[in-house]
């Protein structure tokens, strides 16, 4: 599930590798996931790629005066390989061919088509919807007082920190790592932090968004591998020792994700209720 300091990784290792690259060809096999159709696919072939951007979770391909913007959704994975896929390969969702030989591949695991890319005029991008709504980039942190302002809404910590247009790169892994890191109850509201919870919050943005940066600098090579060695303390880590205090790390099970949490640091000792298990004894 990438979220900023994957896709940071990602657009970082994408950059050095193409380095002087230019497009033979490009191709859609996953015909859903091209959500635009003018300028056409077509006007990338010939051109040299600059390199490769983050904005929020999206990469943006650009070359010249056009980018191609991705989102990898929870299971797209943008990579260079050395050698053309398969036309085979049902995971494949966008290609670009590269002279030299070299395929820089959109793939998407599972079966859902999620992922998806757009190729847009270079001047188009900021205005673009999935841009234009995107609040401050999560790490670097935005200065305190501007943090404060964007945190002070009457919401549930874990959902509005997920809100790409509150902050921009956090989801669901890393939201757990950030709350854990700052104490905070998942289920307390923006609005009711005080100067010193904020402080935690905010301090918690670089800390835990910047550590995990520094750690795929450190352990990640030349190529982005399909699974990050990611630097969780608590994230997946239901039943486990709290690494701080020792208690169990209990989690919550929602239709489509897990949170986890410390009940002694960030609960006041309250193991929260599990809707999973609500539902089942309905
Ligand atoms: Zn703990």
């Known amino acids: 599930m990438p979220e900023l300091p994957e896709v940071e990784i990602t657009a970082r290792r994408l950059t050095a590798g193409l380095a002087d690259a230019r497009v033979e060809s490009v191709l859609a096999p996953g015909l859903v996931a091209l959500k635009t159709f003018d300028p056409p696919l077509e006007a990338l072939v010939g051109r040299e790629l600059d390199g490769v951007r983050r904005i ?73 919807d999935a841009v234009a709504g995107l609040g401050p980039d999560a790490y670097p942190a935005p200065p305190l007082d501007e943090f404060a302002g964007l945190i002070a809404q009457p919401r549930h910590l874990h959902p509005l920190l997920r809100d790409q247009r509150t902050i921009a790169g956090i989801g669901r892994s890393w939201v757990d790592e950030l709350l854990w890191t700052a104490r905070l109850s998942p289920f307390q509201k923006g609005s009711d932090l005080d100067s010193a919870e904020l402080e935690a919050l905010h301090g918690a943005c670089d800390e835990v968004l910047g550590g995990a940066l520094d750690h795929y600098e450190q352990v990640i090579g030349d190529t982005v591998p399909d699974k990050l060695p990611m630097p969780l303390q608590v994230h997946r880590r239901a039943g486990e020792e709290c690494p701080r205090c020792g208690a169990r790390i209990e989690a919550i099970h929602f239709k489509d994700y897990v949170m986890c949490y410390c009940p002694e640091e960030q609960t006041g000792g309250r193991i929260l209720k599990d809707r999973r298990l609500s539902r089942l004894l309905k």
């Open 56 to 128: 929020g979770k999206m990469l943006a391909v650009e070359a010249g005066d056009l980018t191609l913007l991705i989102h990898l959704m929870s299971a797209g994975r943008l990579q260079l390989f050395d050698a053309r896929a398969s036309l085979r390969d049902r995971a494949s969702r966008v290609l670009v061919r590269l002279e030299d030989g070299r395929e820089l591949r959109l793939r998407e695991f599972g079966t859902q088509q999620r992922a998806w890319a757009k190729l847009l005029r270079s001047d188009a991008v900021a205005d673009d």
